[in-house]
């Protein structure tokens, strides 16, 4: 399965994006899917998850009550609603899915997901 994050730009502290991620190559629908961001110069943190059916997510401390993860499994889509940006969110996301499908650990760990797709940049203002 190929991924392909969209939707990043320039924001202004205290400001919003929304990110999309399609696949194409084969459905993701019976796969956990994941959000990570990768800082210049940090290592790549994994920032949401959620499960198959959309019923279970998983946010890092440092998004929690920010960020809203979601999935449409009809479109074979992902998105990531962040608000309240703050400039510490500024990097390139990446969405990723599970090796496996189903998946039955929640929350689940970061080196379960796999074929990254192409990132998108984020870069919150102060």
């Known amino acids: 399965v190929q991924l392909q994050a969209s939707g990043g730009g320039l924001v202004q502290t205290g400001g919003s994006l929304r990110l999309s991620c399609a696949a194409s190559?084969?459905?993701?629908?019976?796969?956990?899917l994941a959000w990570f961001r990768q800082a210049p110069g940090k290592e790549r943190e994994f920032v949401s998850a959620i499960n198959w059916t959309g019923g279970r997510t998983f946010y890092a401390d440092s998004v929690k009550g920010r960020f809203t993860i979601s999935r449409d499994n009809a479109k074979d889509t992902m998105a990531l609603q962040m608000n309240s940006l703050k400039p510490e969110d500024t990097a390139v996301y990446y969405c990723a899915v599970a090796r496996s499908p189903y998946g039955r650990n929640w929350p689940p760990r970061s080196d379960e997901f796999g074929s990254w797709g192409q990132g998108t940049q984020v870069t919150v203002s102060s």
């Open positions: 190559g084969r459905t993701f629908t019976y796969y956990a």
